[in-house]
């Protein structure tokens, strides 16, 4: 008992020793070297939202290959390994480990969907791997810790601009939400309460969906019998026009309005006259408008992915890219994940070149300077309703 | 009140249509090879988007395409009858069983190959604007799918009713050997079945594409299907379509009643119930075995 009892003083002294030499940080930075900086992204390329998937790898890697193409920023080349997580969590939690273990990658960059970055999220955090960029705009990201960027308004801001339009622009008072029951719908669902509360009103009709439900009539019979006039649409782009669809079908039009994820050209190719009239927010430009980085843009998807149609879904992986190429840029050759999130801070009133500002700094993470605008699908185009505006904050209480 | 709710029933109607042929095609199979043939689900996709590709891709008028569909179907059906049970015919059954699983998951990312994981809108001539008839409220959409599947059904039925082949079906479902000595060649029946519960597979495809869009995932819905052949009981031809439609029906309305979570469970909650009361099914019948 005795000789099991020392054995074991000496092996816990042991372990005690592998665990404080362990928290010495001994930095030659996972995933730099001398010709590289390695990037990972967990992505949906197979399932419920592979269209925003595909399309926000495509954009990332035009902006990579162009780059590339140029010999690299400051002699690195950039590579992006990216995994399918089909919009799972379980899933999105394995490819991280896989990414951050095995592939030992220097970031996360775009990881896409609330859901499946939430699952990630701590353990990134207790890895130190900067989550940058992800392709969610939940308002979790401004309170998740120091290893995670944002960079454009959330959900939240978004759904309190159009809670606003709604109540004071169009005088509606009867509002339904319709939201994807997990942290992504929750998120402006939540954000969208509140906003009605300052404005002493409260949702007509609440109604879930399911990740990848196919049938809303149930939905909308509920939200017709509510008698809601404008339904916000907290969902992506498979759901809107399955929903006007179903609601047309029982003689209900509302008024559909949502946030940024419903503002693709997936969405008017599924529903065709069904989404005439369907607003959303848009937090960066539409990839059709004049400016020098859109042209950019423009000649880099045809140049590199030349099958692609232009769209706001690539646009969006785009823009992420090149903010990440310009705090690469900030950053100089001494590379390590203290030194990005400096260079990141360090970006303040910078405009790519498409009259949008990007500001970090202190405790904002999200950069973007909270700018956004309202687009309607108009002749089966999205087309601007409003100019761009200046969000204030919003919050979920 | 009563209006929303005829709705509800009829749009959940539609629905179960189409997992009553996929549940079908399920019980057609089983029947007649003991295999539960687990690819009737991408049966299903494939032919949406053979239809698709036929539509889309090649612009040919609608009803070429859904005959060409439902051809290329059958044929689909006897070549994986062809290429991957009968070479195992003789191997368990539950050997077979995994095979018509792996069938579907080469189909499955052979179709996320060629199309993308991407939706895509399927066309269909049947309009989704809203008809009211007293205080029944549907779409055309609704009305096609109902209508041909019934249609469907009822030939079927005919088929099984008053063909020669029909019978020889019927035959070998109850005896293979006894039927075998009859003289009918139970391969080429074999074939036939499978050719006919690819066939209706694509009919469903083709009903349930425009409705729910285009994806390799698309075969997924047969799980539910599945579920609704069980619950009517396995083996059963009425049972395999009262039970789909009432999934369709209970459906919609267990997500109006109470929210999404309710609705994605209610079809299992149902079929556990209803298989602690009548572990047959509803139209299985009740297995007796002499000991």
């Not at chain 2, 191997?91 to 095979?99: K, Q």
């Not at chain 2, 074939?191 to 495809?205: C, E, H, N």
Request: some cysteine; proline content about 4%; charged content about 20%.
């Amino acid at each position: 008992m005795k000789r099991l009892l020392g054995s074991f003083g000496a092996l816990s002294a042991l372990v005690g020793l592998l665990v404080l030499g362990g928290s010495v940080p001994a930095r030659g930075e996972d995933g730099v070297t001398d010709k590289e900086v390695i990037l990972g992204a967990g992505l949906d390329l197979t399932g419920a939202v592979a269209n925003w998937g595909v399309n926000i790898k495509a954009g990332m890697e035009a902006v990579f290959n162009r780059v590339n193409d140029a010999g690299g920023v400051h002699g690195r080349k950039i590579r992006l390994i990216a995994y399918d997580h089909v919009y799972q969590p379980p899933k999105a939690v394995t490819n991280a480990k896989r990414l951050v273990e095995r592939d030992k990658v220097f970031a996360m960059m775009g990881h896409l969907g609330t859901p499946t970055t939430k699952a990630i999220k701590d353990y990134l955090e207790e890895k130190q791997v900067p989550d940058i960029f992800p392709a969610t705009l939940a308002s979790l990201w401004t309170t998740s810790g120091k290893w995670h960027v944002g960079d454009l308004a959330t959900y939240v801001d978004q759904t309190w601009l159009i809670i606003d339009y709604l109540v004071k622009d169009k005088k509606i008072r009867k509002i339904a939400s319709f939201y994807q029951d997990d942290e992504y719908g929750l998120d402006g669902h939540l954000g969208g309460k509140a906003r009605l509360k300052h404005h002493d009103l409260t949702y007509v009709a609440e109604v879930d969906y399911k990740r990848a439900d196919i049938d809303f009539s149930s939905q909308a019979a509920k939200l017709k019998e509510s008698g809601a006039q404008a339904v916000i649409l907290q969902a992506v782009y498979r759901e809107p026009p399955r929903l006007a669809e179903q609601c047309h079908a029982i003689g209900y039009n509302p008024l559909f309005i949502g946030p940024s994820p419903i503002v693709l050209d997936k969405t008017i190719e599924l529903g065709g006259k069904h989404v005439e009239g369907v607003i959303g927010v848009e937090v960066y430009p539409l990839p059709t408008e004049p400016g020098p980085f859109l042209d950019l843009y423009r000649a880099d998807m045809k140049k590199y992915f030349p099958n692609l149609a232009l769209d706001t879904t690539n646009l969006y992986g785009y823009q992420k890219a090149a903010l990440f190429v310009e705090a690469l840029q900030r950053n100089g050759r001494t590379l390590t994940r203290d030194s990005l999130l400096k260079s990141i801070e360090s970006i303040k009133d910078w405009d790519p070149g498409w009259g949008l500002k990007y500001t970090y700094g202190g405790d904002n993470r999200r950069g973007m300077s909270r700018s956004a605008r309202l687009v309607v699908v108009k002749d089966g185009k999205w087309t601007k309703l409003s100019d761009w505006m200046e969000l204030q904050e919003g919050g979920r209480k | 009140m009563a209006e929303i709710l005829t709705s509800q029933v009829v749009s959940g109607l539609a629905t179960g249509c189409v997992y009553a042929l996929i549940a079908l095609g399920f019980v057609l199979i089983f029947k007649a090879t003991d295999v539960v043939n687990f690819a009737q689900g991408e049966f299903v996709m494939v032919s949406g988007f053979i239809s698709y590709t036929l539509l889309v891709w090649y612009g040919l008028p609608y009803w070429v395409v859904l005959f060409a569909t439902i051809v290329l179907s059958g044929f689909m059906g006897v070549g994986l009858e062809r290429l991957v049970v009968r070479p195992i015919m003789d191997a368990p059954i539950f050997s077979i069983v995994i095979a018509t699983i792996g069938a579907s998951t080469v189909l499955r990312s052979s179709a996320g190959i060629i199309y993308g994981y991407d939706v895509l809108p399927l066309p269909t001539i049947f309009s989704k604007d809203p008809i009211r008839l007293g205080i029944l409220s549907f779409t055309a959409m609704d009305a096609g799918v109902i209508g041909s599947s019934l249609a469907i059904m009822l030939a079927l039925y005919l088929f099984f009713k008053l063909t020669k082949t029909g019978m020889a079906m019927r035959a070998t479902a109850q005896s293979q050997t006894a039927a075998r000595l009859m003289g009918v060649s139970i391969t080429r029946i074999f074939s036939l079945t499978w050719a006919i519960s690819a066939a209706v597979g694509g009919v469903a495809g083709v009903l349930i594409a425009p409705i729910i869009y285009l994806d390799p995932n698309l075969g997924l819905i047969g799980v539910k299907a599945f579920a609704g052949a069980i619950l009517g009981g396995f083996g059963s031809i009425p049972g395999a379509i009262v039970g789909g439609m009432l999934l369709g029906v209970l459906e919609n309305l267990s997500g109006y009643f109470f929210n999404a979570g309710i609705k994605q469970v209610s079809t299992y909650i149902l079929l556990i119930l209803v298989l602690v009361v009548r572990p047959s099914g509803l139209f299985g019948a009740a297995s007796v075995r002499k000991v």
